[in-house]
């Protein structure tokens, strides 16, 4: 059982952090960012570039060479589709496309592994488990609940879902819809860049690898209520539990298969009346975001 937990722990943080990104561009654009796995590749290979330098540096090395890149796809071309959800993706799914046939012309098709910063195995009640694993899953479990504190208790993040609910109300008070989608949209694609960093120890990085990291995250935002950054968050929890949980008890193929089962079930129950209606309901009970 302490073992589930931990695995569970341990991937949370890449799916999460996939799944936030999603559900910040969501949320504000109304855009399904399909170049979301695809950014998680240029974190990814940044860490294979910069492989004769501190961990840690590269992270920050291929957050910092992203902004540039995030803002000139949301600016040059995103904002220019504004009212056209099927151009936008489309959009997205040609940038994914791009990002994805220059790592292969760059690095080439061959997958290519990144060394951890340190190895090394912590025992957590009595299980032996690899400690760089905890790490990854402690820095993304951390940067998803920043994220949230600062979008439920910060005027930042009032001005964010203000913008989410009614841009042109949101304009009227003073906060440019334009530019805070803009800014979100840089958050949310350095989270995507972030988890590609952070798990590329743990992944085969390779120039595809975006459509598989993309998948789990994508059933989250299905799953999770339109808007809702902390229901993201819960989903990514379920849909991660289901896939540990699945792939403890049966076999890769076999837990695959029962993992898109569920999922489509669970799709299917959330999109009735009755459950839209309870789930509603239900946020009743959490807490109020305040601007401070």
Do not use: K
Not at 135 to 142: E, H
Request: hydrophobic residues 60%; charged residues 10%.
């Amino acid at each position: 059982m302490i073992e589930l937990v931990l695995s569970l722990f341990s991937q949370l943080g890449l799916v999460a952090l996939l799944a936030l990104s999603l559900s910040l561009v969501f949320g504000v654009s109304r855009i399904v960012n399909l170049a979301v796995g695809d950014l998680a590749t240029i974190g990814a290979f940044t860490m294979v570039a910069t492989a004769g330098l501190p961990f840690w540096a590269g992270i920050l090395i291929g957050l910092a060479v992203s902004v540039p890149l995030l803002v000139l796809i949301e600016r040059g071309l995103l904002s220019r589709l504004s009212g056209s959800p099927l151009a936008s993706l489309l959009v997205t799914w040609g940038v994914g496309m791009v990002l994805r046939q220059v790592c292969e012309l760059v690095w080439g098709a061959t997958a290519r592994a990144v060394p951890p910063p340190f190895d090394g195995i912590v025992t957590v009640f009595g299980v032996p488990y690899p400690s760089f694993r905890l790490v990854a899953g402690l820095v993304g479990a951390v940067t998803v609940a920043v994220v949230l504190v600062i979008a439920y208790r910060t005027r930042a993040g009032l001005r964010l879902r203000a913008v989410a609910d009614n841009p042109t109300m949101a304009a009227l008070l003073g906060t440019p819809p334009a530019r805070t989608r803009t800014l979100t949209f840089v958050v949310a694609g350095l989270l995507a860049v972030l988890a590609g960093g952070l798990y590329s120890p743990l992944l085969g990085v390779h120039p595809s690898m975006g459509f598989t990291i993309l998948i789990p995250a994508f059933v989250v935002l299905l799953l999770a209520r339109p808007g809702s950054f902390s229901g993201t968050a819960i989903a990514a929890l379920f849909v991660v539990a289901l896939q540990v949980v699945l792939r403890r008890f049966f076999a890769d193929t076999a837990a695959d298969a029962l993992f898109y089962v569920v999922v489509l079930v669970a799709v299917a129950v959330r999109s009735t009346p009755t459950t839209r209606r309870l789930l509603t309901w239900s946020t009743r009970f959490l807490p109020r975001g305040r601007a401070v």
